[in-house]
């Protein structure tokens, strides 16, 4: 595959010049490392559309590998594709810290803390729930579900509706059947929180065990 043209933004990872039309790809110097690039081209190359996420101390590029194809559909060569997604990247990665710290500071809190998104995705649960519910954290976190599953038959539906709740804020107590079959009270409140950078509110809550006063 040989170089035919070229845009600006297809230097910010291949190191083109005027020259090296007709040259082939592989033979350009790139700003990033771009592993399996070849293998991308030739699996274009038999119809593929590749997508190669590639990252710096500098920038942040998406490359996309499209078929070109001739007026009667066959391929011709390959199209590459180079979009810069450092903002989002940048954004997603300060999100990704953000929250990081969050769970290192929750984790030190004796209640149970959670996080929800607008859309009701748990995106933040500490360890506490092991201790309480006797839950494995990364199995409630793959599904939620099991949360509720756990509440007392008698409870369920009230503590369903609850969540569901479009309130700003709710506080709620019921009862918990845990995995070797003891039963605990619960005491949970919840609150919408607008995070400062602007992004979407959260749902954020918190759960202790109040069994001892129920006696």
């Known amino acids: 595959l040989r170089v035919t043209r070229f845009t600006p933004l297809a230097v910010r990872l291949f190191s083109l010049i005027p020259s090296d039309i007709g040259r082939t790809l592989g033979a350009v110097p790139t700003a990033i490392a771009v592993p399996g690039l070849d293998e991308a081209l030739q699996r274009t ?74 859309s009701g995705v748990l995106t933040l649960l500490t360890r506490r729930v092991e201790e309480l519910y006797g839950l494995d954290r990364s199995r409630v976190l793959a599904d939620p579900s099991l949360l509720l599953a756990a509440v007392h038959p008698d409870d369920r539906e009230r503590v369903a509706a609850v969540s569901a709740s479009t309130d700003p804020s709710w506080q709620i107590q019921y009862r ?24 979407p509110p959260v749902r954020v809550g918190s759960a202790f065990d109040i069994s001892e006063q129920q006696k």
């Open 45 to 118: 190359l038999g119809g593929d559309s590749i997508i190669i996420e590639l990252e710096s101390d500098q920038r942040d590029l998406l490359m996309q590998t499209q078929p070109y194809r001739g007026d009667n559909s066959e391929i011709l060569g390959v199209i590459v594709v180079v979009i810069d997604v450092s903002d989002i990247t940048a954004e997603r990665r300060a999100r990704e810290r953000a929250l990081t710290n969050l769970e290192i500071v929750t984790e030190s809190i004796r209640e149970l803390v959670w996080q929800r998104d607008t």
């Open 176 to 199: 918990i059947i845990r995995p070797d079959g003891t039963i605990r009270w619960i005491d949970e409140s919840a609150t919408f929180m607008q995070p400062p950078d602007g992004s």
